[in-house]
């Protein structure tokens, strides 16, 4: 069954008019930008220096109070959105695999991305960057980007977040939001990539998902050799019903240290099980960014 | 140590597929997991002792083993050197007698006594011997010494429990003959599992305590039951009315064998359960004893019963105690025929013919005149004074001869006879007193050779003959030569006994009375020829011999009918529990006993159990501690 099927592709349309007509755009694209310039939407004024364009002279004030103040406008501009997609091999794991839920979220986000205008690039990672969807814009654009995610296969070992991030940043690109699609399985942390995306000024978004099995790891009680599928190392082990309360507990307490790691820096976060379809996910994530508004 | 099944030993080979499972058990089953980062927190952090995570499935796999081991060794039934050279010797006295039957020990003592007795059979070692004594109606050896546990275990659960009375003391004496006999080496004990009611036990306990040390008897008594109140018919009989040919007298008496008042009950007597006798409400004190006499008259026959009941929603149900077999008692009242009997006296006798006109079993026709050519068939013949010179064949009644005739010749009268002499066996004279009656001009008589030598019932002080039976081939004569008109015979009550008696008698062995029987009775018969069995009130028979026989039946061990039955039933016996000491269900309290086989450290050979049931504990132990181990993940 084709990862990106005719009902997706509908999904997907269903999705962005969702997004206009509810949200007019508010998840991704149509920021105002921090700069101010020529936009039309009245910011504030500030008072004339020799060479400002008379242009921008509120004559008004002037004739009330005698005063050369200059009219500031706020500057609109399109938004890059970069998707950050996790392939290691942990993502494979599950039913349906987590790999293909966040493709499928990834393809959702920027479709909708797109249709706001604005630009979005795709990099795909696991202990490093693995590959690149380049920068683009345009709904027209999307086919190609599906094709792009469906021909991706799970691999690489351990997940590198701060390599990943490390090569990202360094890249010759504007800032803009940084949705990280993963697991978040680091065996050295994900705060630190988080932390080098946030340092250059780009706005991470967090989507973590997880398996159902992850968090309720059915049939593991007893003596069991224990199969690692990212690293694809085994390990004989006997699990006790207070092994198993004990990788609850650091299971949960690894999903809260997620949420307030977000929520500290003030980040966008999603937390999922892949039993959630993608396009609830979506529906929850425009919830979230319309109540903060 | 040795063991005593042997073969058992081959279950050892269970634990080649034990450790096959183990092998295929250590092949781990390989699960998948998305990352181990939080299961390497959790085992890296805290490490195993290698050494335990060595041996952890090793451990594992000695576990089963020496579970395995356990269990065959119980199998095996190892039994100590010890317990091989001290042989003991075991007589196990069963009380089935019928308070044994009582129910307030759920189901019954007699079931409860069983299962002391299975014990006492399981903890038997090895050359340990047994013989088994029931001491119920008639003390019986019903399994000679043997060590088989399971012939005895067979013996003791078809033993059946009785109705009849315990012979404690007689069976405890047939145990002691079983132990002297066998007197060789080792220790013998008699084991008596009983109610330790009645005062036979406390009796042979006492003889005993009378006797040297030397010869005193090991007895060891299991008492079974509880103290339990009940009400009981003790006394059941019925006799003939001695005044009305067809009446009876009914004596019941019935026992509160109780510390408390009993409970409000009746007493229905019915004949054949649906005519209603006597109905008498009854409520008894403690120990107290209710005695009646009923009389009834009836010419049927029939069964008499006697029934405990208490008034129950749809009419009278019996009474719920905890013995049932002394709630009812039953008799058994022959039918009675009519009697053909033909008086002639020559200008008629009136006492002669009110007597036997009021005995209603008499169809009597009369001749005053000349005497009768013909008799009714198979009638008795009555002749007052006028007496044919040759005597007509049958029973004959003589009264007042005033001819000689084939059989005598009559002398003077005798002015003033008194009877001083009377023949108290005779059943002519059954409850008839005739000390000093007078009896004048009674007649002289001397028999002739013809009539043998006749029976001298009653004479006078110089010994003439004044009643008399002469027995002849063709049929009984009884010559009275007394003179009714002038004799006070007449106006004593012997007069119609005498004549009921003679009737009675004549008319042979039908409408017989035989008195009800007390459970553990025997009673004697004459069997004519053919093959008959005895049938009890269960439907189950025992085979008599084969007639014609004069013997004895019985001893009755159940309350019911019994009968005798060939091609046609032959005879039949009403039998009653009718024992103040089997009623009483309360033990004597002045017996030493212990309450169980198990108290009594006969259920076991080491430490009171036998060492395959410690084995299987420590199996059944050891599966626990297993499976604890393993839920925690200690073993695997």
């Given at each position: 069954?084709?990862?990106?099927?005719?009902?997706f592709?509908?999904?997907?349309?269903?999705?962005?008019?969702?997004?206009?007509?509810?949200?007019?755009?508010?998840?991704?694209?149509?920021?105002?930008?921090m700069?101010?310039?020529?936009?039309?939407e009245?910011a504030d004024?500030?008072?004339?220096?020799?060479?400002?364009?008379?242009?921008?002279l509120d004559?008004?004030?002037f004739?009330?109070?005698n005063?050369?103040?200059?009219k500031?406008?706020?500057?609109?501009?399109d938004?890059?959105?970069?998707?950050l997609?996790?392939?290691?091999?942990?993502?494979?794991?599950g039913?349906p695999?987590?790999f293909?839920?966040?493709?499928?979220?990834?393809?959702?986000l920027?479709y909708?991305?797109l249709?706001?205008?604005?630009?979005?690039?795709?990099?795909?990672?696991a202990?490093d960057i693995?590959?690149?969807f380049?920068l683009?814009r345009g709904?027209?654009?999307?086919?190609?980007?599906?094709?792009f995610?469906?021909?991706?296969?799970?691999?690489?070992?351990?997940?590198?977040?701060?390599?990943v991030a490390?090569?990202?940043?360094?890249?010759?690109?504007?800032r803009?939001?940084v949705?990280?699609?993963s697991?978040?399985?680091?065996?050295?942390g994900?705060?630190?990539?988080?932390?080098?995306?946030?340092h250059?000024?780009?706005?991470?978004?967090?989507v973590?998902?997880y398996?159902?099995?992850?968090?309720e790891p059915?049939?593991?009680?007893?003596?069991?050799?224990?199969?690692?599928?990212?690293?694809?190392?085994?390990r004989?082990?006997?699990v006790?019903e207070?092994?198993?309360k004990q990788?609850?507990?650091l299971f949960?307490?690894?999903q809260?240290?997620?949420?307030?790691y977000?929520?500290r820096?003030?980040l966008?976060c999603?937390?999922t099980?892949?039993?959630?379809?993608?396009d609830?996910?979506?529906?929850?994530?425009m919830?979230q960014?319309?109540?903060?508004? | 140590?040795?063991?005593t099944n042997?073969?058992?030993?081959?279950?050892?080979?269970?634990?080649?597929?034990?450790?096959?499972?183990?092998?295929?058990?250590i092949?781990?089953?390989?699960?998948p997991?998305?990352?181990?980062?939080?299961?390497?927190?959790?085992?890296?952090?805290?490490?195993?002792?290698?050494?335990?995570q060595?041996?952890?499935?090793?451990v594992?796999?000695?576990?089963?083993l020496?579970?395995?081991a356990?269990?065959?060794?119980?199998l095996?039934?190892?039994?100590f050197?010890?317990?091989?050279t001290?042989?003991?010797?075991?007589?196990?006295?069963?009380?089935n007698?019928?308070g044994?039957?009582?129910?307030?020990?759920?189901?019954?003592?007699?079931?409860?006594a069983?299962?002391?007795?299975?014990?006492?059979?399981?903890?038997?070692?090895f050359?340990?011997?047994?013989?088994?004594?029931?001491?119920?109606?008639?003390?019986?050896?019903v399994?000679?010494?043997?060590?088989?546990?399971?012939?005895?275990?067979e013996?003791i659960?078809a033993?059946p429990?009785?109705d009849?009375?315990?012979?404690l003391?007689d069976?405890?004496?047939?145990a002691?003959?079983?132990v002297?006999?066998?007197?060789?080496?080792?220790?013998?004990?008699?084991?008596v599992?009983?109610?330790?009611?009645g005062?036979?036990l406390?009796?042979?306990?006492?003889?005993?305590?009378?006797?040297p040390?030397a010869e005193r008897?090991?007895?060891t008594?299991?008492?079974?039951?509880?103290?339990?109140?009940?009400?009981?018919?003790t006394?059941?009989?019925?006799?003939?009315s001695?005044?009305d040919p067809?009446?009876?007298?009914?004596l019941?008496?019935?026992?509160?064998?109780s510390?408390?008042?009993?409970?409000?009950?009746?007493f229905?007597?019915?004949?054949?359960?649906?005519?209603p006798?006597?109905?008498?409400?009854?409520k008894?004190?403690?120990?107290?004893?209710?005695?009646?006499?009923?009389?009834y008259t009836?010419?049927?026959g029939?069964?008499?019963?006697?029934?405990?009941?208490?008034?129950?929603?749809?009419?009278?149900?019996?009474?719920?105690d905890a013995?049932?077999?002394?709630n009812?008692?039953?008799?058994?009242?022959p039918?009675?025929?009519?009697l053909?009997?033909?008086?002639?006296?020559?200008?008629?006798?009136?006492?002669?013919?009110?007597?036997?006109e009021?005995n209603?079993?008499?169809l009597?026709?009369?001749?005053?005149k000349?005497?009768?050519?013909e008799?009714p068939?198979?009638?008795?013949k009555?002749?007052?004074?006028?007496t044919?010179?040759?005597?007509p064949?049958g029973?004959?009644?003589?009264?007042?001869p005033?001819?000689d005739?084939?059989?005598w010749?009559?002398?003077?009268?005798?002015?003033?006879a008194?009877?001083?002499?009377?023949?108290?066996?005779?059943?002519?004279l059954?409850?008839?007193?005739?000390?000093?009656?007078?009896l004048?001009?009674?007649?002289?008589?001397a028999f002739t050779p013809a009539?043998?030598?006749?029976?001298?019932?009653?004479?006078?002080l110089?010994?003439e003959?004044l009643v008399?039976?002469?027995?002849?081939?063709?049929?009984?004569?009884?010559?009275?030569?007394v003179?009714?008109d002038?004799?006070?015979?007449?106006?004593?009550?012997?007069?119609?006994?005498?004549?009921?008696?003679?009737?009675?008698?004549?008319?042979g062995?039908?409408?017989?009375?035989?008195?009800?029987?007390?459970?553990g009775?025997?009673a004697?018969?004459n069997?004519?020829?053919g093959?008959?069995?005895l049938?009890?009130?269960?439907?189950?028979?025992?085979a008599?011999p084969?007639?014609p026989i004069?013997t004895t039946?019985?001893?009755?061990?159940?309350?019911?009918i019994?009968s005798i039955?060939?091609?046609?039933?032959v005879?039949?016996?009403?039998?009653?529990?009718m024992?103040k000491t089997?009623?009483?269900?309360r033990?004597?309290?002045?017996?030493?006993?212990?309450?169980?086989?198990?108290?009594?450290?006969l259920?076991?050979g080491?430490g009171g159990?036998?060492?395959?049931?410690?084995?299987?504990?420590?199996?059944?132990?050891?599966a626990?501690?297993?499976?604890?181990?393993?839920?925690?993940?200690w073993?695997?």
């Amino acid at each position: 069954m084709p990862l990106f099927d005719s009902d997706f592709l509908k999904k997907l349309e269903y999705l962005s008019l969702i997004s206009k007509r509810v949200f007019r755009g508010s998840l991704l694209a149509q920021r105002r930008t921090m700069q101010l310039g020529t936009g039309i939407e009245f910011a504030d004024h500030r008072e004339y220096t020799p060479g400002d364009d008379f242009r921008y002279l509120d004559w008004n004030l002037f004739a009330r109070h005698n005063e050369l103040l200059l009219k500031r406008f706020q500057e609109e501009e399109d938004l890059h959105v970069y998707f950050l997609l996790d392939c290691s091999r942990s993502m494979a794991f599950g039913e349906p695999s987590k790999f293909d839920f966040a493709r499928q979220v990834v393809a959702a986000l920027a479709y909708i991305a797109l249709a706001d205008l604005d630009r979005i690039a795709v990099t795909v990672f696991a202990n490093d960057i693995v590959a690149d969807f380049p920068l683009t814009r345009g709904k027209g654009r999307i086919l190609a980007l599906l094709k792009f995610l469906e021909n991706l296969e799970a691999q690489g070992e351990d997940t590198n977040l701060e390599r990943v991030a490390t090569g990202f940043i360094h890249r010759d690109q504007r800032r803009g939001l940084v949705v990280v699609a993963s697991d978040l399985y680091d065996p050295n942390g994900f705060e630190r990539g988080i932390d080098l995306l946030r340092h250059r000024r780009y706005e991470p978004h967090v989507v973590q998902m997880y398996d159902k099995y992850e968090k309720e790891p059915p049939d593991l009680l007893g003596d069991v050799e224990m199969w690692d599928v990212e690293s694809g190392n085994a390990r004989k082990v006997t699990v006790t019903e207070k092994n198993l309360k004990q990788y609850k507990q650091l299971f949960d307490e690894f999903q809260t240290g997620v949420q307030n790691y977000c929520n500290r820096y003030q980040l966008g976060c999603t937390r999922t099980s892949t039993e959630l379809k993608f396009d609830e996910l979506i529906l929850k994530m425009m919830r979230q960014a319309g109540s903060v508004r | 140590m040795f063991l005593t099944n042997v073969t058992a030993l081959w279950w050892v080979l269970l634990a080649v597929p034990v450790v096959i499972f183990y092998i295929l058990k250590i092949r781990l089953k390989r699960v998948p997991v998305s990352t181990v980062i939080f299961w390497r927190q959790i085992f890296d952090e805290k490490k195993p002792r290698s050494l335990w995570q060595k041996l952890r499935h090793l451990v594992s796999l000695f576990v089963q083993l020496l579970l395995l081991a356990l269990l065959v060794a119980a199998l095996a039934e190892p039994y100590f050197s010890w317990e091989a050279t001290s042989k003991r010797r075991i007589i196990l006295v069963l009380d089935n007698s019928a308070g044994m039957k009582s129910t307030e020990t759920a189901p019954t003592r007699w079931d409860k006594a069983k299962e002391e007795a299975a014990a006492v059979v399981q903890g038997l070692r090895f050359r340990d011997e047994m013989a088994i004594v029931a001491a119920g109606t008639q003390p019986r050896v019903v399994c000679g010494l043997t060590g088989h546990q399971k012939t005895l275990r067979e013996t003791i659960a078809a033993l059946p429990a009785t109705d009849g009375p315990g012979k404690l003391a007689d069976a405890i004496a047939v145990a002691r003959r079983l132990v002297s006999r066998e007197q060789a080496e080792g220790e013998s004990r008699i084991v008596v599992v009983t109610d330790a009611a009645g005062p036979d036990l406390a009796k042979v306990l006492a003889e005993e305590e009378k006797k040297p040390e030397a010869e005193r008897a090991k007895l060891t008594i299991i008492k079974v039951g509880a103290p339990a109140p009940n009400v009981g018919i003790t006394q059941f009989q019925v006799r003939r009315s001695t005044v009305d040919p067809i009446g009876y007298e009914i004596l019941v008496e019935i026992v509160n064998a109780s510390d408390a008042d009993s409970p409000e009950f009746r007493f229905e007597l019915t004949l054949n359960d649906d005519r209603p006798i006597d109905v008498v409400p009854l409520k008894l004190k403690p120990g107290e004893t209710w005695t009646k006499t009923n009389n009834y008259t009836t010419a049927d026959g029939g069964q008499l019963k006697g029934r405990l009941t208490v008034k129950g929603e749809k009419g009278s149900e019996p009474l719920a105690d905890a013995l049932a077999a002394d709630n009812t008692a039953l008799a058994l009242l022959p039918s009675r025929e009519k009697l053909p009997v033909h008086l002639h006296a020559p200008g008629g006798n009136h006492f002669l013919t009110k007597v036997l006109e009021a005995n209603s079993l008499v169809l009597l026709t009369l001749s005053k005149k000349e005497l009768p050519k013909e008799f009714p068939a198979g009638s008795i013949k009555v002749f007052h004074r006028e007496t044919p010179a040759k005597l007509p064949p049958g029973n004959v009644i003589v009264v007042d001869p005033q001819n000689d005739t084939d059989l005598w010749k009559l002398g003077n009268k005798i002015p003033l006879a008194i009877v001083t002499k009377q023949e108290k066996d005779s059943p002519f004279l059954l409850h008839v007193r005739l000390d000093n009656v007078i009896l004048p001009d009674a007649r002289q008589i001397a028999f002739t050779p013809a009539a043998g030598k006749p029976a001298l019932l009653a004479a006078s002080l110089q010994n003439e003959p004044l009643v008399s039976l002469i027995e002849r081939p063709e049929g009984k004569v009884l010559v009275l030569t007394v003179d009714l008109d002038r004799s006070e015979l007449p106006f004593r009550t012997a007069f119609p006994i005498l004549v009921m008696n003679a009737l009675g008698v004549f008319s042979g062995a039908s409408g017989e009375l035989r008195e009800a029987l007390a459970t553990g009775a025997t009673a004697d018969v004459n069997l004519p020829a053919g093959e008959f069995v005895l049938k009890a009130p269960d439907g189950s028979t025992r085979a008599l011999p084969k007639g014609p026989i004069q013997t004895t039946v019985g001893p009755f061990d159940a309350v019911g009918i019994w009968s005798i039955v060939g091609d046609k039933p032959v005879e039949e016996f009403a039998v009653n529990l009718m024992n103040k000491t089997e009623s009483d269900l309360r033990p004597d309290e002045s017996v030493p006993t212990i309450a169980s086989a198990q108290d009594a450290g006969l259920v076991g050979g080491f430490g009171g159990r036998p060492v395959w049931w410690y084995l299987t504990i420590a199996a059944f132990a050891l599966a626990a501690l297993e499976w604890y181990l393993y839920q925690r993940r200690w073993i695997s």
